[in-house]
T-cell receptor, first 111, second 114 residues
Framework: DAKTTQPNSMESNEEEPVHLPCNHSTISGTDYIHWYRQLPSQGPEYVIH???SNVNNRMASLAIAEDRKSSTLILHRATLRDAAVYYCILIPYNQGGKLIFGQGTELSVKP | GAVVSQHPSWVICKSGTSVKIECRSL??????MFWYRQFPKQSLMLMAT?????????EQGVEKDKFLINHASLTLSTLTVTSAHPEDSSFYIC??????????FGEGSRLTVL
């Protein structure tokens, strides 16, 4: 499985945008870029995913580099409830739900 | 509301006893479910793939006789930690994919072995 690299931790102020980077230089052509987050003492939850084009949903935006070797999860206005560990995971199109988690980025949000 | 539910949310047991954790898909059928273990301040580690009607597939280094997985129906997978010891104390999490490809995780089950 292709590996992802994320900063261990990041800090943000409430109401400000947050850009969470992820490097995946060995990504293959059929790997989708998925983001999940895990709030304290809970199971992970899906945030967003994409293949080549930038994606937006109600939770976040995903910006994918043209060469697909990196991506950035964008939270447009961080809230205290966004404090979580964010995982960037590459999933081949036929993986069927088997996720291999890296260390993720622990995001703290200051009021 | 939860789409995948785990029970119990937390459990405390004595060393040497066995503990069963259930993972249910609430409004869809899941022929496959996944079990993870997470130690404090660490990431999730995939333990095994639970397959409905057949044997589970365990990841390297996970003892299949220690962590018994049963997927007897299309909505229920169980993980039994046999002869639990303090080092088995952990947060156990399951997930299940829908046919649409969406993946849902349970709330997690925290096991403490005294």
């Amino acid at each position: 499985d292709a590996k992802t690299t994320q900063p261990n931790s990041m800090e943000s102020n409430e109401e400000e945008p947050v850009h969470l980077p992820c490097n995946h230089s060995t990504i293959s052509g059929t790997d989708y870029i998925h983001w999940y987050r895990q709030l304290p003492s809970q199971g992970p939850e899906y945030v967003i995913h994409g293949l080549t084009s930038n994606v937006n949903n109600r939770m976040a935006s995903l910006a994918i580099a043209e060469d697909r070797k990196s991506s950035t999860l964008i939270l447009h206005r961080a809230t205290l409830r966004d404090a979580a560990v964010y995982y960037c995971i590459l999933i081949p199109y036929n993986q069927g739900g088997k996720l291999i988690f890296g260390q993720g980025t622990e995001l703290s949000v200051k009021p | 509301g939860a789409v995948v539910s785990q029970h119990p949310s937390w459990v405390i047991c004595k060393s040497g006893t066995s503990v069963k954790i259930e993972c249910r898909s609430l409004d869809f059928q899941a022929t496959t479910m996944f079990w993870y273990r997470q130690f404090p301040k660490q990431s999730l580690m995939l333990m095994a793939t639970s397959n409905e009607g057949s044997k589970a597939t365990y990841e390297q280094g996970v003892e299949k006789d220690k962590f018994l997985i049963n997927h007897a129906s299309l909505t229920l997978s169980t993980l039994t930690v046999t002869s639990a010891h303090p080092e088995d104390s952990s947060f156990y999490i399951c997930s299940a994919p829908r046919d649409s490809g969406e993946l849902f995780f349970g709330e997690g089950s925290r096991l403490t072995v005294l």
